[in-house]
């Protein structure tokens, strides 16, 4: 008895989640929607029990469902309960629903009421047709209406974000409008006025377009054919061509730079490179011209250092980089590893080594350049010494491989120096000696050899010693 006791106490039920809300609308400044729920008993619950919210997909589904909400242990204790859930920013649809679960004891909830639900990742007004208020086609054709990207000015391009859709509507009068179709383009064949919203759904947002009103030309009318680009504009030429599209009509001809493209005689052109591009379409009763500058997303950058940099030991140096990429972002490499936190377009250089920045463009073209220099220690070939040498050991360690003398008797000082080998041949005569001696050196005798040296000055005053190479 006692053991069926403890059984049923480690057992909790839990209530139906209750909204505090019945739609869920979410932007990048709100996203906190409050649910509430019970659970009985309060003594049931043990002490590191978490209270776990999912939500289903669009469809009420729960095969796969996200956590929204998930407590700290314990921290939940009595009911009833309220708690603030965040969506995903890939949330979009009119039918999610909500769940509870605790997991000490395990126990879960039925479902809630369904729900409609939306994060808005682009939440402003945008452009569509360059701005451009109306717009004509010939009679029996038609005018194709597209969104801008990226438009002139600030516009935020909802295409710049690829999981939207969007919902064309033709408006009746200043209250009233009808739906049309869905797209990123919309083919009109009907006068009237046009717009286009971001679909969200029941949820109310900023993300709709200019009014554009497009009528049937008459005999005589200049009329204008839209392009659009499948790939955007500019477009990313790293994903490969984009085509580009007009309205249907009975002939085209393609143009670049006021030059008829050869061959290019179809509703479509596809191409890989930026240029002016233009179409004429022919529908018979009128002709309608449309025109594109055309830009790949590709982008620049410089740096402002040389390929190689001297730089002394403790010296430090800033290096800036210009980029014309949107949005982009940075990241510093010395001798190919990583150098944590280097982030930013500028990097001070403290080390010597080959240095490497990458830069990555943050659009609908997610491409990657990268720069690189090098940083060597600059070495004195002058540096202050008091006294001439008379040992050197040219081993490459950096250290004591040269002859290095006074400053009074170096390059400029017009000082004769003359080395001579132990069997009196001259291996050295200069007036222009610059702390370089010996060049190359590869003697491979296991003997230390010596030299002798005789310095002259303009003013007839001469030095006389002895060189030892120490192997």
């Given amino acids: 008895m006692f053991f069926f006791f403890g059984k049923m106490k480690a057992q909790i039920v839990i209530g139906t989640p209750n909204l505090e809300f019945t739609q869920a609308c979410a932007n990048d400044t709100f996203n906190s929607f409050t649910v509430n729920f019970v659970f009985s008993p309060e003594s049931g619950v043990d002490t590191n029990n978490q209270f776990i919210i999912e939500m289903s997909d669009a469809d ?145 947002s900023n993300s709709f377009s200019n009014r554009v009103t497009v009528t049937e030309a008459s005999s005589g009318d200049v009329v204008f054919a839209s392009i659009d680009s499948s790939l955007g504009n500019p477009f990313c030429s790293a994903y490969g061509p984009t085509i580009l599209s007009t309205v249907e009509g009975n002939g085209y001809q393609w143009f670049k730079e006021g030059n008829p493209i050869s061959g290019a005689t179809n509703q479509t052109y596809e191409t890989s490179t930026s240029g002016a591009y233009s179409v004429v379409v022919n529908f018979g009763s009128c002709e309608a011209t449309g025109n594109i500058d055309l830009e790949a997303g590709d982008f620049t950058s410089s740096i402002d250092v040389e390929s190689v940099v001297m730089l002394e030991e403790g010296e430090s140096l800033e290096v800036t980089i210009t980029t014309s990429a949107i949005n982009p972002e940075f990241q510093w490499f010395l001798n190919d ?40 220690e600059y070495i004195n070939p002058f540096p202050e010494v008091e006294n001439i040498p008379n040992i050197i050991s040219p081993n490459g360690d950096g250290i004591n491989d040269t002859w290095v003398i006074p400053l009074q008797y170096v390059s400029g000082s ?48 001469q030095k006389k010693g002895s060189i030892t190479i120490i192997k």
């Avoid at 047709?129 to 391009?157: E, H, K, Q, R």
């Avoid at 408006?171 to 046009?194: D, H, P, W």
């Fill in 60 to 204: 009420g589904d729960f095969s796969d469902p996200t956590i929204v909400y998930t407590s700290n242990p314990g921290a939940i204790t009595a009911s009833p309960a309220s708690v603030d859930i965040s969506l995903p920013t890939d949330t979009a649809g009119e039918g999610y629903k909500l769940k509870i679960k605790s997991t000490h004891p395990v126990a879960t909830s039925t479902p809630s009421v369904s729900f409609s639900a939306y994060y808005k990742l682009q939440d402003s007004p945008f452009t569509i047709n360059n701005l451009n208020p109306t717009a004509s086609f010939c009679p029996g054709g038609s005018y194709l209406l597209t969104i801008d990207n990226p438009g002139t000015g600030d516009n935020d391009s909802p295409l710049n974000y690829p999981s939207l859709t969007f919902n064309w509507f033709k408006e009746i009068n200043s209250t009233t409008f009808v739906f049309v179709a869905q797209g990123e383009t919309l083919s009109v064949t009907e006068e009237g006025k046009y717009f286009v919203e971001t679909n969200y759904g029941t949820c109310t």
């Fill in 337 to 376: 590893l990583e150098i944590p936190n280097a982030t930013q377009n500028t990097f001070t250089v403290t080390e010597f080594g080959n240095y490497r920045v990458t830069i990555t463009q943050n659009n609908n073209c997610n491409i990657t350049d990268q720069l690189t220099f090098l940083v060597e």
């Fill in 414 to 461: 017009n000082t004769q120096v003359v080395i001579y080998s132990s069997n009196g041949k001259v291996e050295l005569n200069t007036t222009d000696y610059s702390n370089n001696w010996p060049q190359d050196y590869s003697n491979n005798s296991s003997v230390n050899e010596v030299y002798y040296y005789i310095i002259t000055t303009p003013e007839g005053k």
